[in-house]
């Protein structure tokens, strides 16, 4: 792994297993069908907080079987479970 810029000692680094650009629902719904669980993160909580206030269904990009399929070779890669 190669920092983009400097990380002050003390950080919490952060990994992401699906396309944050996705929305709240098909990123959790991503990890739910890799095993991961219910994704109770700051950005989930967040986005479900105000879709459900806004009554909002829009949710982001897209999921595309292409983003998908590339998604999942990559995590299982970096997992060492291909």
């Known amino acids: 792994m190669i920092?983009?810029?400097?990380?002050?000692?003390?950080?919490?680094?952060l990994?992401?297993?699906?396309n944050p650009e996705l929305g709240v629902r098909a990123r959790r719904a991503q990890l739910l069908e890799w095993g991961f669980g219910d994704c109770r993160c700051t950005k989930c909580v967040e986005e479900a907080k105000?879709?459900?206030?806004?009554?909002?269904?829009?949710?982001?990009?897209?999921?595309?079987?292409?983003?998908y399929d590339d998604l999942e070779k990559e995590l299982k890669a970096?997992?060492?479970v291909m």
Do not use: H, R, W
């Open 50 to 67: 105000k879709a459900k206030a806004k009554g909002d269904d829009e949710d982001g990009i897209e999921t595309s079987a292409p983003l």
């Open 3 to 13: 920092a983009l810029a400097p990380i002050p000692a003390g950080s919490e680094l």
């Open 78 to 80: 970096g997992l060492g």
């Open 15 to 18: 990994v992401t297993y699906v």
